[in-house]
């Protein structure tokens, strides 16, 4: 018998970054760029179906663990202000079973000659996914390889 659940959670990541909030703007609008950071970890690489970057704009991204496809992502975007902040929807898939959704609002805030991102994740977890702590820790790992790109140029 499957057991119908909802679990709900909330996350605020911040990540300091010696990059303008321009720069680390233009790295998340960029599909190529995100592809470079956006991975969930080092074992996950993205393959990104459709890319529009527009507010009522839809992303769709493919999470491969080798050639084996594990997840999709199909994200939609509410909110978008140049530079200061986006404001989008992600509902994440295993291959069979819908693992839940999460509202996604990143914050450019300028600091100093670099920027303060504030990622808020509001999460549902269904019927026993780990998606709460996978969300969280994936980010995290993301933001650290967002550091990274913009560190390298």
Do not use: N
Not at 92 to 108: K, N, Y
Not at 138 to 151: D, F, N, T, V
């Amino acid at each position: 018998m499957t057991h119908h659940t909802a679990q709900h959670g909330t996350a605020t990541l911040e990540k300091g970054l010696s990059a303008s909030p321009a720069r680390v703007f233009a790295a998340w609008a960029d599909p190529d760029q995100r592809k470079v950071w956006g991975s969930p970890s080092d074992e996950i690489d993205m393959r990104i179906d459709a890319a529009d970057f527009t507010v009522g704009g839809e992303d769709v991204t493919t999470c491969l663990a080798g050639d084996e496809a594990v997840a999709v992502v199909r994200g939609r975007y509410h909110d978008i202000v140049p530079d200061k902040r986006i404001v989008y929807t992600e509902i994440i898939s295993s291959m069979d079973a819908l693992e839940g959704a999460c509202l996604v609002t990143a914050e450019f805030l300028a600091e100093g000659a670099g920027t303060r991102l504030v990622v808020t994740l509001q999460t549902v977890a269904l019927d026993g996914s780990t998606l709460l702590e996978e969300a969280q820790e994936g980010w995290g790992s993301a933001l650290i390889r967002l550091e990274e790109l913009l560190q390298a140029g």
